[in-house]
């Protein structure tokens, strides 16, 4: 797992202790991040949005320099799924 990876997570479990579905997070060239019920981990499975950014947004979004809906709509951040659930992912984010 990649050291992006690693942190990301970490920093996720303690901005999202629980969320109520499944999303993932995909950083291209580093791997991608599964957040559910059980928790948020390192993974690549079947979610119901797919958020993908590079290392760079998605670092700036964890860390509240960037806003998520922001990055959306600049093209930063894309999203393939269920847009509600999205908006649920950047405002717990936010």
Do not use: Y
């Not at 958020?51 to 960037?66: D, K, R, Y």
């Amino acid at each position: 797992m990649s050291e992006v990876i690693s942190a990301a997570v970490a920093a996720l479990r303690v901005k999202v202790p629980n969320f109520d579905g499944v999303a993932k997070f995909v950083i291209p060239g580093e791997g991608s991040i599964m957040m559910d019920q059980a928790g948020v981990r390192a993974g690549d499975e079947e979610a119901e949005v797919t958020m993908t950014a590079s290392a760079e947004v998605f670092q700036a979004i964890l860390a509240g320099e960037m806003n998520p809906t922001m990055a959306f709509m600049t093209g930063k951040l894309s999203v393939d799924g269920a847009m509600g659930l999205a908006m649920k992912v950047g405002a717990a984010l936010g």
